[in-house]
């Protein structure tokens, strides 16, 4: 089955940092670009990141460019996402989604993980 | 950035209705990168239609997606009990950042 499981959520005071995980299983991992995406409390989704299948190439919305970093281990099977200075508007549940299509990164997110909580707050 | 915006905020439809969302562009979106998502409470989103009109693996065919350019629809033909949910459609691929519409709730009239 293929599957996205994140982890590293938690509560983290503002201008703290958290890194969360994605672990991949039932595909080629390495074969795939990889998104991260996140939905504050009661609203709606927002892109934030992508990294493509090797990892030599990353992008990031504006909102998040220069505190977040996207990375991923594709020995590990892993993705992650270290966030740093994190503010009260980044408390959201953040989800990693993979791309339908290998190789590419244009494309719709056809497997999502069941997210992780984070929490910003003092 | 593509702003996506999705009309209406709230569906109220009645089992066996059909339903019928909107997604407008602020500017062209190609058909390849036009996606659709469903999301139920306390679920992640999942993928209902890719490219505009092609449906994802195992998504049944009372669903289907239509348009190009600037405006596109997400037709639900006979609502079932569990189509009552919360529906976004996003840019996918035109350009960075992706982005998504601010979502359609459908709920039970």
């Known amino acids: 089955e293929v599957q996205l499981l994140e982890s590293g959520g938690g509560l983290v005071q503002p201008g703290g940092s958290l890194r969360l995980s994605c672990a991949a299983s039932?595909?080629?991992?390495?074969?795939?670009?990889i998104n991260w995406v996140r939905q504050a409390p009661g609203k709606g989704l927002e892109w934030i990141s992508t990294?493509?299948?090797?990892?030599?190439?990353?992008y990031y919305a504006d909102s998040v460019k220069g505190r977040f970093t996207i990375s991923r281990d594709n020995s590990k099977n892993t993705l992650y996402l270290q966030m740093n200075s994190l503010r009260a508007e980044d408390t959201a549940v953040y989800y990693c989604?993979?791309?339908?299509?290998?190789?590419?990164?244009?494309?719709?997110?056809?497997?999502w993980g069941q997210g992780t909580m984070v929490t910003v707050s003092s | 950035e593509i702003v996506l915006t999705q009309s209406p905020g709230t569906l109220s439809l009645s089992p066996g209705e059909r339903a019928t969302l909107s997604c407008r562009a602020s500017?062209?979106?190609?058909?390849?990168?036009l996606a659709w998502y469903q999301q139920k409470p306390g679920q992640a989103p999942r993928l209902l239609i890719y490219?505009?009109?092609s449906r994802a693996t195992g998504i049944p065919d009372r669903f289907s997606g239509s348009g190009s350019g600037t405006d596109f629809t997400l037709t639900i033909s006979r609502l079932e009990p569990e189509d009552f949910a919360v529906y976004y459609c996003?840019?996918?691929?035109?350009?960075?950042?992706?982005?998504f519409g601010g979502g359609t709730k459908v709920e039970i009239k």
């Open positions: 990294i493509n299948s090797s990892g030599g190439s990353t």
């Open positions: 490219g505009a009109s």
């Open positions: 039932g595909f080629t991992f390495s074969s795939f670009a």
């Open positions: 500017q062209s979106v190609s058909s390849s990168y």
């Open positions: 996003q840019q996918c691929g035109s350009s960075f950042p992706f982005t």
């Open positions: 989604a993979k791309f339908l299509v290998r190789g590419l990164i244009r494309d719709a997110f056809d497997i």
